[in-house]
């Protein structure tokens, strides 16, 4: 079964403290994940992807193919990072539909 | 920067009713996505629309719901007889390039089923 796992529904942080969301997976194949944000009021933008092994904001994410978890995370939160994040996974084929894992919401509080 | 624009933001409709919800993708994508919420759980892929036909449609997707991409630009998504449990967030989201996960969402339209 294709699913995505975020255990923590709310991840409470001081500014300046490290972050970690964290992200498991579950695909007998190679899956591409993805890091989804959404601000309050805003709309699902995408924060960042494994493929690509970047840093967005601050944040990086490395896939772990052995523990299947594709944590998000950042050294130094500050409070303009608060908003939910969705990991999200494409099982790839024609159709690049992504399956979502429920969302954490990341509070920085200063 | 292009946006994917979904109307209306809200809709309150009667049980049994039908409902139409409207969304205009970036222009020169060319793949298209129906996803929903219901308040609480996960984002849900509903159906994926490549080349003016679906591609694929999840188990939610049944003979209740239909997409349609009548004029080349708007995308709808119809819902047949409303049930209490459609009530949620639906949302709209166009992709360029196959595989790259860089889907462009719309806002959503929020479905409320009375």
């Known amino acids: 079964a294709q699913r995505v796992t975020q255990p923590e529904k709310l991840l409470s942080v001081f500014k300046g403290a490290p972050v970690e969301l964290k992200c498991n997976y579950s695909?007998?194949?190679?899956?591409?994940l993805f890091w989804y944000v959404q601000y309050s009021r805003q709309r699902l933008q995408l924060l960042l992807r494994h493929i690509s092994r970047e840093s967005i904001k601050g944040f990086t994410a490395d896939l772990n193919k052995g523990e299947t978890s594709f944590h998000l995370k950042k050294p130094f939160a500050q409070e303009e990072d608060s908003a939910m994040y969705y990991c999200?996974?494409?099982?790839?084929?024609?159709?690049?539909?992504?399956?979502f894992g429920t969302g954490t919401l990341l509070a920085v509080q200063p | 920067e292009p946006e994917v624009t979904q109307t209306p933001s809200h809709q309150v409709t009667q049980m049994g009713q039908e409902v139409i919800l409207h969304c205009v993708p970036i222009?020169?994508?060319?793949?298209f996505y129906w996803y929903r919420q219901i308040l609480g759980q996960k984002v849900e892929f509903l159906v994926s629309f490549y080349n003016n036909e679906i591609s694929e449609k999840s188990e939610i997707f049944d003979d209740q719901f239909s997409v349609e991409r009548p004029d080349g630009s708007n995308f709808t998504l119809k819902i047949r007889s409303t049930k209490l449990e459609d009530s949620a967030m639906y949302f709209c989201a166009s992709l360029l390039i196959s595989g790259t996960g860089s889907y462009t969402f719309g806002s959503g339209t929020r479905l409320t089923v009375v």
């Open positions: 695909y007998s194949g190679s899956p591409e």
């Open positions: 222009s020169n994508h060319l793949y």
């Open positions: 999200a996974l494409s099982p790839g084929g024609a159709t690049n539909k992504l399956i």
